[in-house]
């Protein structure tokens, strides 16, 4: 961009010396040919000439204008152009202020009325049982529930019409952790998009119960403070603020930002690391107080310490109420999760807990056995140094009490 603005203003500043130094060189080419060619230059030749010249040069000197004028119009046009003719993106249906029963299966096969008939697109006059059980919805409704998150035999596709997963079926309660696994391009970010209403199922139905906040694996930051980017225009409370940037290991980075949580970050965070915007968005989401929460691998932008110290403190502590969907590639985490999902040819293969998932035949249930036990290993190495240091702290101190009691 600096580069293209560049480029633009030196080719400003040349057609600004042309459009001064022409008039004057056209001036002399001008009367030298008439001279050279035999002609008589007097008075009256010359500035009718010249006046001439100057009629002329506000045209000339406007059709340049007029055409670079022409090319940003077109751009322009391109622009708003590309923006109407992309595709609809349907809005997350709001929250329906009616008590459901969450065994009432016609909030999650078409028939409630309220929601399907203005969000079912497959929407019938009087479509019999079987019918409706396949009419595809994005639904939302009170937080009265048992599931957080209820799909059933979900068909979600990519823009382009390529599966991105078929016959998901998942279930997401108050105060679980589900942790989703898979290869790159096995659908986990596009799930959590299904929840946030960016995919809309072919068919099935996807529905969510309560608030939900979002954090995506690249963070998005506002130009405003360190504490606007995290209120994000919520209440202050100071004991819920300090406790969420402890949680999210910020007190430290906000003691070496020149004016702490007040410093401007600028715009798309350009005077922070990758790792602190991303934790300013962990740390947006968590003050939100949502009911469901959505990181798209969020830990990934922070080392592996960081990583531990908001998976402990943030997730399995400040959010040990909430419903929380956590989509990593980091396996040392998933021991700890209620629920693992793992993604594999476009469909689930796997929907448990971590004794089960260990047992699969599967190349990423192998490494997290490995790394779970590799991550135990050092659990112990460390408590067993922390024994040696207390206990040769003990007898250092016992040493020096005892030479301090033998003159006694």
């Keep these: 961009e600096l580069r293209a603005l560049m480029q633009y203003k030196m080719f400003n500043i040349l057609s600004r010396v042309v459009w001064t130094i022409v008039p004057t060189m056209v001036s002399i080419g001008t009367f030298a040919t008439f001279t050279l060619t035999g002609g ?8 009718t000439a010249v006046a001439l010249f100057n009629l002329l040069r506000f045209p000339l000197v406007m059709l340049p204008n ?8 077109g751009l322009s046009l391109e622009r708003i152009r590309s923006f109407l003719v992309a595709p609809e993106v349907r809005p997350l249906p709001a929250i329906h202020r009616s008590k459901i029963d969450s065994s009432d299966d016609d909030l999650f096969n078409g028939g409630s009325t309220a929601l399907s008939s203005t969000y079912s697109p497959l929407q019938q006059d009087d479509p019999d049982e079987a019918s409706r059980k396949r009419m595809p919805a994005l639904l939302r409704a009170d937080s009265v529930g048992n599931f957080r998150v209820d799909i059933r035999s979900a068909h979600l596709e990519w823009d382009n019409g390529q599966v991105m997963l078929s016959g998901l079926n998942l279930e997401v309660t108050d105060g679980s952790l589900t942790c989703v696994v898979g290869a790159t391009g096995s659908g986990k970010s596009g799930l959590l998009s299904a929840m946030i209403g960016e995919v809309e199922p072919k068919s099935g139905t996807l529905a969510t119960r309560g608030t939900i906040a979002y954090t995506a694996q690249v963070a998005w930051i506002q130009n405003a403070t360190v504490k606007d980017n995290i209120l994000f ?3 202050f409370d100071e004991a819920k603020y300090e406790a969420i940037l402890d949680a999210c290991a910020l007190l430290d980075d906000l003691k070496i930002l020149p004016a702490g949580d ?4 600028g715009e798309k965070g350009i005077n922070l690391s990758g790792g602190q ?17 959505l990181f798209d691998d969020c ?25 929380v969907l956590l989509v990593t590639h980091n396996l040392q985490l998933i021991p700890n999760a209620d629920q693992i999902v793992l993604l594999d040819s476009f ?21 997290s056995i490995g ?12 408590e067993e140094e922390e024994t040696k240091e207390s206990t040769g702290a003990s007898a250092a101190a016992a040493t020096e009490n005892g030479a301090a009691l033998s003159p006694e």
């Design 299 to 323: 830990l990934s932008a922070v080392d592996s310490q960081v990583a531990r110290h908001i998976f402990d403190h943030c997730i399995q502590k400040l959010l040990r109420h909430k419903a």
């Design 262 to 265: 007040q410093t401007e970050i």
């Design 233 to 235: 225009g919520s209440p």
């Design 347 to 367: 469909e689930a293969k796997y929907i448990g807990d971590f004794e089960g998932f260990g047992n699969l035949d599967h190349p990423l249930a192998r490494r």
């Design 40 to 47: 008589v230059l007097d008075a009256a030749t010359a500035f």
């Design 277 to 293: 915007k991303q934790r300013v968005a962990i740390a947006r989401a968590v003050y939100a107080d949502a009911d469901i929460y």
């Design 371 to 382: 790394r779970s036990s590799s991550g135990n290993n050092l659990i112990v190495a460390d």
């Design 66 to 73: 007029a055409v670079a004028n022409a090319v940003e119009a």
